[in-house]
């Protein structure tokens, strides 16, 4: 990996779900578009990837938090836990 690919990836380690969403729909639009050399439908198709590794994980890990919600006997929200804990 390059240092602008090193680079790009840094960047979408510090997205938001939502920016990284919209990168992930303009890299489609790019390759749908049919406009697209193919060396940078390599690249593109790569950062889209990436992109989408990214919103992955930023959902399994809000899936994690709203799982580690703790409900009381009645099934009622009594509190959270840390989402990584046995129990």
Do not use: W
């Not at 749908?32 to 060396?39: K, N, Q, R, T």
């Not at 990837?49 to 899936?63: F, M, P, T, V």
């Amino acid at each position: 990996m390059d240092e602008g690919q090193t680079a790009d990836a840094a960047k979408i380690s510090e997205m938001s779900f939502e920016e990284a969403l919209r990168g992930l729909e303009q890299v489609v639009r790019q390759l749908e578009s049919g406009e697209v050399a193919l060396d940078q439908s390599i690249t593109l198709y790569e950062r889209g990837e990436e992109l989408r590794k990214h919103c992955q994980a930023r959902l399994d890990a809000a899936q994690a938090r709203i799982e580690a919600i703790v409900q009381d006997g009645d099934g009622n929200a009594s509190g959270t836990k840390p989402f990584d804990s046995d129990g």
